[in-house]
């Protein structure tokens, strides 16, 4: 069974040096000169992030093999793909608290950090929880399901892997999350971030004040420390994120279930290069009108091969062609639906 104990030490080396790299260049550069990022400084941050990614893929492939290569890029491209949708609510999140570009690279780049270490938890605890799920080796109707996962399926025999709950329970998830994903608004400028439940509950478990004080994230008020209302939005925004983390964990468990170093790496890779991405897309909510149809169709194949995995091995080659393919086509078809509107 693969694990982490397998992954190349080189391996770990490089993806623990680029991440601390990036994020202590990151960071001088946010405390030497704080803007706004305009739309060609996203562009090209995106670019560097991406690239890194599909480096960091070819040194995964020259360690570990093509599988590990593909492993990689599908885990990537899902949570790229999942993430995106998450950017929209940053959007409006931003919007309704009417906080300003300086401040929106301000509590991006905590949320990312929030988000590095909340990532590990679930992807390390859910591998964990995966490898003490499968049910016992056992016989029905005619088909032995195995025990040893390295032996591929053999219809001739009727062998096959033994099922797991959990990720069968996330296959059905993922497939309801899909069909649920449909009637979603790209967009929804009516919600009341301060009147809803998670705010109240965070105003519950915090001292908020209802003001903002510059870029700070506590003040104090009648001589006592109490959290700023940009807390209150870094809250909200990180909160989100976990909500979120709903669908994507599962989602690029169907990839690596035994891997918990692909499913990181590629994890971080996707959620480092989010912030210049998000100011791309905020000024772009126009060109990706029908991205959540290719979402709900990301997430519904991942279910399906979820639920038939122990009798139908779905390569992650054919994944990664499937998700790459269905999300260009998404894109595509944004454009081309923009373009026939403005004839």
């Known amino acids: 069974m693969a694990s982490s104990l397998s992954t190349s030490p080189l391996l770990i080396i490089i993806f623990t040096l680029v991440v601390l790299g990036m994020f202590l260049l990151d960071l001088g550069i946010m405390k030497k000169k704080a803007k706004a990022i305009s739309n060609k400084e996203a562009a090209i941050w995106t670019s560097i992030w991406i690239s890194l990614s599909m480096l960091f893929s070819g040194f995964i492939w020259w360690q570990s093999g093509f599988e590990k290569f593909t492993q990689f890029q599908s885990a990537y491209w899902i949570e790229q793909a999942l993430s995106v949708d998450n950017l929209f609510v940053f959007i409006l999140i931003f919007s309704y608290f009417k906080i300003e570009g300086i401040l929106q690279h301000k509590i991006l780049l905590w949320g990312i950090i929030g988000a590095v270490i909340f990532r590990a938890i679930f992807i390390f605890a859910g591998v964990e929880l995966i490898n003490l799920s499968y049910l016992p080796e056992f016989d029905f109707i005619g088909c032995h399901f195995s025990s040893d ?195």
């Open 149 to 343: 996962h390295n032996t591929p399926i053999n219809y001739v025999t009727k062998t096959f892997l033994k099922p797991n709950l959990i990720l069968t329970f996330f296959g059905i998830f993922l497939i309801f999350a899909g069909v649920k994903s449909l009637k979603k608004s790209n967009s929804d400028a009516s919600e009341n971030y301060d009147n809803n439940r998670l705010s109240k509950l965070l105003s519950k478990l915090f001292r908020i004040s209802t003001k903002f004080d510059g870029s700070k994230f506590f003040t104090r008020e009648n001589n006592k420390l109490i959290a700023t209302r940009l807390f209150l939005v870094l809250l909200i925004v990180e909160t989100t994120d976990l909500i979120f983390a709903v669908d994507s964990i599962p989602a690029i468990f169907s990839i690596a279930p035994n891997d918990p170093f692909i499913l990181y790496s590629s994890n971080i890779f996707a959620i480092l290069g989010l912030r210049s991405m998000y100011f791309l897309l905020s000024n772009s909510l126009g060109l990706f009108s029908k991205l959540k149809y290719g979402l709900a169709v990301i997430l519904t194949f991942i279910g399906l091969k979820m639920l038939v995995a122990p009798i139908l091995h779905v390569s992650s080659t054919l994944s990664l062609a499937i998700v790459f393919g269905v999300l260009v086509c998404s894109i595509a078809a944004s454009f081309i639906f923009l373009e026939k509107e403005k004839i």
